[in-house]
């Protein structure tokens, strides 16, 4: 009889644990995705090293999603997508053309993965602009 009451007892704890243990799992997991570069913006993901020149042309803004942070496309090309990252805070606008400098490119430093209104995922290469 006794071992029938920890049987019982262990079931229960079983059922009430479980949807909390999956909280603080699904919590941490939210976290992570949320927070895992230092820009705080769901999707996107940084490279531990900075790649090559991806265009020097300038950039016309797309879409902006929040301060310093924008869609763009190369002037001109619109078959290329970027995620334009701009780490002093600049406020962009919809259809702003950016021009580069002299001696300066969108060089990649991560992607960018979102749904479009079609729920299409889409993934595009994030970029700052920088001297060569």
Do not use: W
């Amino acid at each position: 009889m006794k071992s029938f009451g920890f049987y019982v007892l262990g079931i229960i704890t079983g059922v009430i644990l479980t949807p909390f243990t999956i909280g603080i799992i699904d919590g941490y997991n939210s976290a992570v995705e949320n927070y895992d570069n230092p820009y705080g913006i769901r999707g996107l993901k940084m490279l531990e090293q900075k790649k090559n020149c991806i265009t020097s042309n300038n950039l016309e803004i797309f879409q902006t999603l929040t301060e310093g942070i924008a869609l763009a496309r190369p002037v001109g090309d619109y078959n290329v997508l970027v995620l334009l990252i701009d780490d002093t805070g600049r406020l962009f606008y919809d259809g702003e053309k950016i021009k580069n400098p002299t001696n300066h490119c969108a060089k990649q430093v991560g992607t960018y993965t979102y749904k479009t209104k079609a729920e299409l995922q889409k993934t595009v290469p994030a970029v700052i602009i920088e001297k060569n």
